[in-house]
């Protein structure tokens, strides 16, 4: 597609629900990332892909985030048991290839209640 | 480890006023610097991007500099308009994948 998609764009979770949001990075592109930006901060690294591999997942807060990207194109990020700390807006980026211009889609705002 | 701080946190100019936005970083040796804006409730869009073999970058009204051993950058917007209200970040990679984010600058541009 022309640009990085994610869905959903918001998401409302009961605490103890697991939610997943989806990315669909720029076609081709072989760097996907994920991170999460809270209220009022600038975004913080969860996690990346290059292909379907997980390189680094030194930035996932807690055992219940787990994130994949099984055939290198669409990644999932999933939550298990939503906590009320969760709440923020996770944005997906690609790039193609590593360390050259990254290009976020529009961010999923999960609320968890 | 890696620090980014924008200042100023927030800022409210008339329209028509030139601007200086102001990024730093701890560790010089980055790779790129990127500019990206971000409207309420959306996602980032990139302004500019900055190698570190570059010292500037310039996009219409909008001109990044950086100075790598002083571990600065600037954004320079030229006759700021109302459309340029958003909040302002910037970021670095530092030879691996990971962009690092200061916390932004919130841009008003009055009418």
């Known amino acids: 597609g022309a640009g990085v998609s994610q869905s959903p764009r918001y998401k409302v979770a009961k605490r103890g629900q697991d939610v997943a949001l989806r990315c669909d990075p720029i076609s081709g592109h072989v760097s996907l990332f994920w991170y999460q930006q809270a209220l009022g901060q600038g975004p913080e690294f969860l996690t990346y892909f290059q292909n379907e591999a997980q390189l680094d997942k030194s930035g996932l807060p807690s055992d219940r985030f787990f994130a994949e990207r099984p055939e290198g194109s669409v990644s999932t990020l999933k939550i298990q048991r939503t906590q009320q700390e969760d709440s923020a807006v996770y944005l997906c980026a690609s790039s193609f290839p590593t360390n050259t211009e990254a290009f976020f889609g529009q961010g999923t705002r999960l609320t968890v209640v | ?111």
């Open chain 2, 1 to 111: 480890k890696q620090e980014v701080t924008q200042i100023p946190a927030a800022l409210s100019v008339p329209e028509g006023e030139n601007l200086v936005l102001n990024c730093s970083f701890t560790d010089s040796a980055i790779y790129n610097l990127q500019w990206f804006r971000q409207d309420p409730g959306k996602g980032l869009t990139s302004l500019l991007l900055i190698q570190s073999s570059q010292r500037e970058q310039t996009s219409g009204r909008l001109n990044a500099s950086l100075d790598k051993s002083s571990g600065r950058s600037t954004l320079y917007i030229a006759a700021s308009q109302p459309g340029d209200s958003a909040t302002y970040l910037c970021a670095v990679t530092s030879g691996t994948y990971k962009y690092i984010f200061g916390t932004g600058t919130r841009l008003k541009v009055l009418a």
